[in-house]
């Protein structure tokens, strides 16, 4: 094993712990990658033997652990609060930690400070958009907004000095009563406090694919859905799958089929691994004499863009 470092040196997080004690060698806890899609590494500081605790200033035990840091809802239709939580930025580099909880409001322009604006002034608030929630930093004073970048570019463009961020969700905004749509959260985990119709009784013309927007965020996550099939007057067959690209091929997806007047039911858990655009279910009758129709309720996701 190596024991002699110099500065600049890369090295896994995993590697330090296991070497500092703090957790064993065949123990690794770091096995995400950051939130750009970089592997976890750590910049040695100063050359170093590894004699027990090694110099590394920026290095962080659980770099890559979200601690608390839920959003909700509250207290208002617009405003998102930020608990209370420890985490690092997305790069492994800062600590980040709000010992009270932060709530922003999306209505306003990003100000410092909880109960102030969240929203970067470059952008325009539009209805019926996802906004992702970051935790933001300038080494010392931890606040929190939205963004459509997902590197929280604007919002940074407001928040002088701040260099440091995390993306802790996302949420909904439509005009009228509810603002931003409400949801129940555990930790990754959300869920619709109102399930939501993605698709009423949508017609499945014969071998023609249906695409069927869901209601999850622009960020990578598993979406929860029901689906209902039905053709009133033949026999059918059909498939509906979830895999990206939409092309469609025979052995996609989960089979259904029925006799006239027939309704299948299924939940499933769609991967849908998706950035803008691609958030999607897909369905398409393959026999029958005239078209189904389909009904796809979304209950909630599964953020692995937290991870």
């Known amino acids: 094993m190596k024991t002699s470092f110099s500065a600049g040196d890369y090295v896994t997080p995993d590697f330090l712990e296991a070497i500092n004690g703090t957790t064993a060698a065949t123990g690794h806890r770091h096995t995400s990658l950051n939130q750009d899609g970089s592997a976890p590494k750590v910049n040695l500081t100063s050359a170093a033997e590894v004699t027990g605790v090694l110099p590394v200033a920026n290095y962080i035990p659980g770099a890559h652990t979200l601690l608390g840091m839920n959003i909700r809802r509250y207290p208002d239709e617009w405003d998102v609060e930020v608990a209370t939580g ?75 000095g701040y260099t440091y961020w995390r993306y802790v969700g996302s949420v909904y905004y ?3 009563t509810d603002y931003i749509r409400p949801w129940y959260a555990y930790r990754n985990n ?15 013309p014969l071998d023609t694919t249906v695409d069927i927007d869901l209601s999850v965020p622009e960020s990578p996550a598993i979406a929860t859905v029901s689906f209902a099939v039905t053709n009133s007057t033949n026999s059918w067959a059909g498939q509906i799958w979830d895999d990206v690209p ?7 997806g989960i089979l259904v089929q029925g006799s006239a007047g027939d309704l299948q039911c299924m939940q499933i858990r769609a991967v849908t691994y998706c950035y803008a655009g691609l958030q999607q279910l897909h369905a398409r009758q393959t026999s029958g004499a005239l078209s189904g129709a389909i009904t796809v309720r979304t209950h909630g996701w599964y953020d692995l863009g937290m991870l």
């Open 86 to 160: 420890t985490c690092c930025d997305a790069n492994g580099v800062a600590r980040m930690t709000l010992a009270s909880a932060l709530t922003k409001d999306i209505t306003d322009d990003w100000a410092e400070g909880a109960g102030n604006g969240g929203f970067p002034s470059g952008l325009t608030l539009t209805s019926g958009t996802w906004y992702k929630v970051f935790v933001i930093s300038d080494g010392t004073t931890v606040d929190a907004g939205f963004d459509i970048s997902v590197v929280a570019a604007n919002l940074l463009a407001d928040a002088t």
């Open 174 to 176: 439509i005009d009228g």
């Open 190 to 204: 959300f869920w619709w406090q109102s399930v939501q119709q993605d698709a009423g009784a949508t017609a499945l």
């Open 246 to 252: 939409a092309s469609y091929s025979s052995g996609n």
